[in-house]
């Protein structure tokens, strides 16, 4: 996906339906109808527990059910960045003790290639952090980027939105 000339990205990185929790919950064999809309957040037993993915950690198996490490975020509402109007803006959860220490930037990072944040509809999207502030505990990033879809045929579609972690740790999403 040729979207964004190079320099123009604090960061800039792809995330692929292949490697979605979507598809790694119907690898493991979980019934998995679509993706998620929500994930709960639990205490994390690691000898009872499995990874779910390559999502650093927050995103695990739990009885059948995928559930979010609520060390790392608590109760996670999934917003479509694709989809949100310029100006509507969604809470997603908020960062637990050690997503808070792990930094905004990084976290962010993680939501979105988990799905919490979600960047495309049925293929893959790339992402690019165009900028960046932070000021008193608070943290702001501004995405843009281009993602694949089908309909008749193959389509591109272009998101932008903002994501605030505000200093307590809440997390929500502004389309522009």
């Known amino acids: 996906m040729g979207l964004l000339a190079a320099g123009m990205c604090l960061e800039q990185f792809p995330v692929r339906h292949a490697g979605s929790p979507l598809s790694e919950m119907r690898r493991m064999g979980l ?3 679509d993706f998620p809309d929500s994930f709960r957040a639990v205490v994390i037993d690691r000898e009872n527990m499995k990874p779910l ?8 198996v739990a009885g059948g059910a995928v559930v ?15 989809r949100l109007r310029a100006g509507e803006r969604v809470a997603v959860g908020r960062l637990g003790g050690e997503g808070r220490r792990l930094g905004a ?6 939501l ?6 979600r960047t495309y509809w049925h293929v893959e999207s790339t992402v690019c952090l165009e ?6 505990g608070e943290w ?10 089908f309909t008749s ?3 591109t579609g272009r998101f932008a939105f903002t994501v605030h972690v505000a200093a307590d740790g809440r997390v929500a999403v502004t389309g522009r």
């Not at 979010?68 to 694709?82: E, K, N, P, Q, R």
């Not at 930037?105 to 993680?110: I, Q």
């Open 31 to 33: 019934k998995a109808d």
């Open 53 to 60: 993915g390559a999502f650093g950690g927050l995103l695990w």
């Open 68 to 82: 979010a490490d609520g060390s790392l975020i608590g109760d996670v509402i999934v917003v479509d960045g694709t």
């Open 105 to 110: 930037r990084a976290m962010v990072r993680r």
């Open 112 to 117: 979105i290639e988990a799905g919490m944040i």
């Open 131 to 136: 900028g960046e502030s932070a000021k008193d």
């Open 140 to 149: 702001e990033g501004r995405y843009t980027g281009e993602h694949v879809y």
């Open 153 to 155: 045929g193959r389509e």
